[in-house]
C-alpha cells in the first residue's frame, strides 16, 4: 500500500467540492439522522409494545385489540417515515456526487489543456487516460455508495450507543466487544484486501494502456502478423488482472461473512446473557420487551459496521485515485509572462503587436535566432549556439539527418519548450515577451502528422478560423488545391470525418492540413514536409497547394523535397544541433559539403 497518500489532506480538499451542495449536503444530513432515529424509535417502540399491549394481552380472557392495532399503525408510519428518509437521502447524494465527479472531470480536461508539452513527453498516454476512467471512476463509486454509507454508519452508531447505554450498560458492553471483535478483524484482512486492490488498480492501468496501444499500432501488427502473438501478450496481462482483482475480491468478500457471523454471534450473546439477567433478577429494569429492544439494536449496532467493512478497501484505493488526479491537476502550467498581443487591422496591414506600453507596431515576419541552445532533458544538448535570420517573406528550408534537431527549432519558435540560452526575436521581440496564444496564432503550422478531428470536413478546415464563413472556406480549399476532391465526396463539404481522418487518402488530408492553415492566414509559417511518399499527382498538388500557402510569408520549411528546397531563398543545413552550412542551392553546391553530398546522393532527406 503506498504510504505517501495523505488521506486527511486528499479528503479535506475532496470534501471541499461538496461547498456549492452545502444546503443538500445538510439536508442530506438530516435525513440520515432521521432514518438513524428510526431504527432507535423503532427498537424502543418494540419495547412498548410488546410489556404495555402484548404482555397484558397474553392471558387476558377478552382480549381488546384496539388499542395494539393502533400502536402497530404508529409503528408502520414510523418504519415509512425511515425508508422515505433513506431513499430520499440515496437519491440527492446520487445527483451531488454526479455533479462533482463531472466537475473534477471538466477541471481536470481544463487545465490539461494548461500542461506544457513537455508533460505528456515523459507520460503514457494511458497513464493519463486512466485519471479520467479507473481513478474518476473509484472515486464515483466511493461518493455515491460508500460514502452515504459511511455517513449513516457513523450517525447510526452514535444514536444507538447512546440508547444502548440507555437502556442497559453491561450489555452495552457485551456489543461494543463485539463491534471490537470486527473492527480489528476488519483492519488485519481489509489490510491484505487494500493492496490488492492496489495492485488491482495498477493492472487496469497497464492493460488499458496495452489495448490503447495495439489499437494505435493495428495497422503494423497485421503486416507483420503478429495478431497471434499481441493476442498472446494480453492473455498474459489479462490473466495478471484476472489474479489480482480475484485475490482483492476474494479478501473483500471474506470480511463480509466473517463479520456478519460476528454480528450473529454478538446477538446471540446478548440474547442469552440478558435473558440469564433477566431471569436470575441480577437486572430487575430488564423486561423482555426491553431485552427485545436492546437485540433490535444490537443488530442496528454491528450490521452497518459488518456493511461498510467490504467498503474500506474501496474507499482506500478511492482516495489513492483522488490524490492521482489532485496530483494532474498540480502539475505546473504553462508559463506565459508575454505582454506584447497580437492585433487584427485591416485587409492592407492585416496585423500588428500591441506593447507592453499600448503602442502598435506593424508586424513583418522577421524571424532571429541568437545564440539559442537548448536540450530537452537538460542533459543532452539538441541545439548548440544557434544563430539564424529570416527577413519577412523569406523562406528558409532546413534540411539534414533524422534527429539534427530541424523540428526542435520549429518547436522553439511556438514556444512548445522554452530555451536555456540566447534569444528567439520576432519582429525585434524576444517571443517570450509575446503571449503565447498570440505567438502561436500568428504562426502557421503544417505539420507531418495532419491530425484531422471528427466532424465535418469544413468543421476541419474552419478549425484553423473558428468565424470562418463558408466562402472563406471553400476559398482557403481551392487555394490548397483541396476544393477538388472535396467536391467528388459524396456530402462534399459536409462529409464526416472520424477522428482519426480516416477515409481519406494520406494525399488528401495534407490538403485539408494545408487548407486550415490557410484559412488561419498566419504572416509566418512552419511546415514540416511529408516524407510519406504520396503518387506523384496528389504530390504535385500538396506541393502547389504549399507554394500556393508560402507566397507573401516567412516560412521555416523542415524540407524532404528538392523542388521546396531548391525554391528557398536560404538553406540551413543541420548537423547534431548545429548549423554546419548555409546559403542558397547553388553555393551549397559549389561549397561541395554535405549539402552536396546530400543532393548528388538522394532527392530526399528523412
Ligand atoms: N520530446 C523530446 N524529448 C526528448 N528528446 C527529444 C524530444 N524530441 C526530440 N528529441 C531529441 O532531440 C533530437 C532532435 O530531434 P528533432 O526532432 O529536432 O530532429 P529532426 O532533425 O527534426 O529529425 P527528423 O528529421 O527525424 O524529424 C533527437 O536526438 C531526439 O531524440
Redesign the pocket.
Known amino acids: 500500500m503506498p504510504n505517501d497518500i495523505s488521506y486527511g489532506k486528499t479528503t479535506l480538499r475532496l470534501l471541499a467540492y461538496f461547498k456549492p451542495f452545502k444546503f443538500k449536503v445538510l439536508l442530506v444530513l438530516l435525513l440520515v439522522l432521521v432514518s438513524s432515529a428510526v431504527s432507535v424509535v423503532s427498537a424502543a417502540f418494540l419495547r412498548l409494545l410488546i410489556d404495555d399491549f402484548i404482555v397484558p394481552l397474553i392471558g387476558n380472557q377478552n382480549p381488546v385489540f384496539h388499542a395494539l392495532l393502533q400502536a402497530l399503525v404508529i409503528l408502520a408510519v414510523i418504519y415509512l417515515a425511515g425508508t422515505i428518509s433513506t431513499f430520499i437521502s440515496k437519491r440527492l447524494m446520487i445527483t451531488i456526487s454526479q455533479r462533482i465527479m463531472k466537475h473534477i472531470r471538466d477541471e481536470l480536461f481544463r487545465r490539461m489543456q494548461k500542461l506544457p508539452?513537455?508533460y505528456f513527453?515523459r507520460k503514457a498516454h494511458g497513464d493519463v487516460m486512466s485519471h479520467y476512467t479507473n481513478d474518476v471512476d473509484t472515486l464515483n463509486m466511493m461518493l455515491t455508495d460508500s460514502l452515504p454509507q459511511i455517513l449513516s454508519t457513523v450517525v447510526t452508531l452514535i444514536v444507538v450507543l447512546g440508547t444502548m447505554l440507555y437502556i442497559d450498560i453491561p450489555l452495552t458492553i457485551i456489543v461494543l466487544l463485539g463491534a471490537g471483535a470486527m473492527l480489528w478483524t476488519t483492519k488485519k484482512i481489509g489490510t491484505q484486501a487494500t493492496d490488492h486492490f492496489f495492485q488491482q488498480q495498477e493492472s487496469i492501468g497497464v492493460v488499458d494502456g496495452y489495448i490503447e496501444e495495439m489499437m494505435h499500432g493495428q495497422k503494423v501488427v497485421q503486416v507483420f502478423g503478429r495478431e497471434e502473438h499481441v493476442t498472446q501478450q494480453f492473455a498474459r496481462l489479462n490473466d495478471d488482472l484476472f489474479h489480482r482483482s480475484a485475490t482483492a475480491n476474494k479478501y473483500a468478500n471474506l470480511l463480509m461473512p466473517l463479520n456478519e457471523n460476528l454480528a450473529t454471534l454478538t446477538y446471540v450473546a446478548v440474547a442469552i446473557i440478558g435473558g440469564a439477567m433477566a431471569i436470575s433478577g441480577w437486572d430487575q429494569s430488564l423486561t423482555l420487551g426491553s431485552i427485545a429492544a436492546f437485540l433490535s439494536l444490537s443488530r442496528s449496532f454491528t450490521m452497518p459496521i459488518a456493511e461498510i467493512s467490504s467498503q474500506v478497501s474501496m474507499f482506500v484505493v478511492a482516495l489513492a485515485g483522488a490524490k492521482r488526479i489532485f496530483t494532474l491537476m498540480d502539475e505546473q502550467p504553462e508559463e506565459d509572462h508575454g505582454l506584447v498581443t497580437l492585433q487584427k487591422n485591416d485587409a492592407d496591414h492585416p496585423w500588428s503587436w500591441k506593447l507592453e506600453d499600448g503602442s502598435l507596431v506593424p508586424l513583418q515576419g522577421k524571424i532571429e535566432f541568437k545564440q539559442v541552445s537548448f536540450s530537452?532533458?537538460g542533459k543532452?544538448q539538441?541545439?548548440i549556439d544557434m544563430t539564424l535570420t529570416a527577413q519577412p517573406g523569406q523562406k528558409l528550408a532546413?534540411v539534414?539527418?533524422?534527429?539534427?534537431?530541424?523540428?526542435?527549432?520549429?518547436?522553439l519558435l511556438n514556444r512548445f519548450?522554452e530555451i536555456s540560452d540566447g534569444e528567439i526575436l520576432y519582429d525585434g521581440i524576444s517571443i517570450q515577451r509575446i503571449r503565447k496564444a498570440d505567438l502561436r496564432r500568428s504562426l502557421g503550422i503544417v505539420l507531418?502528422d495532419t491530425h484531422l478531428f471528427t466532424g465535418t470536413v469544413a468543421d476541419n478546415i474552419r478549425y484553423g478560423h473558428l468565424e470562418a464563413s463558408d466562402e472563406q472556406v471553400m476559398q482557403a480549399a481551392r487555394m490548397s488545391h483541396a476544393a477538388n476532391f472535396i467536391e467528388r465526396l459524396p456530402d462534399g463539404y459536409d462529409t464526416r470525418l472520424d477522428g482519426s481522418g480516416n477515409g481519406l487518402s494520406q494525399g488528401q488530408s495534407q490538403l485539408l492540413a494545408i487548407a486550415r492553415a490557410a484559412i488561419a492566414n498566419p504572416p509566418v509559417m512552419i511546415l514540416?514536409e511529408a516524407?510519406s511518399s504520396i503518387d506523384t499527382r496528389t504530390e504535385a498538388l500538396v506541393q502547389s497547394g504549399m507554394d500556393n500557402l508560402m507566397q507573401g510569408r516567412t516560412v521555416f520549411v523542415?524540407a524532404?523535397r528538392l523542388s521546396t528546397v531548391r525554391n528557398s531563398d536560404a538553406i540551413l543545413v543541420?548537423e547534431q544541433?548545429r548549423i554546419t552550412e548555409r546559403g542558397d542551392h547553388d553555393e551549397l553546391i559549389q561549397l561541395k559539403g554535405n549539402y552536396y553530398q546530400l543532393y548528388t546522393g538522394v532527392f530526399e532527406?528523412?
Open positions: 508539452l513537455r513527453d530537452y532533458d543532452k539538441v541545439l532546413f539534414g539527418a533524422t534527429g539534427a534537431g530541424k523540428t526542435t527549432v520549429t518547436n519548450y507531418q514540416d516524407t523542415i524532404h543541420m544541433g532527406w528523412q
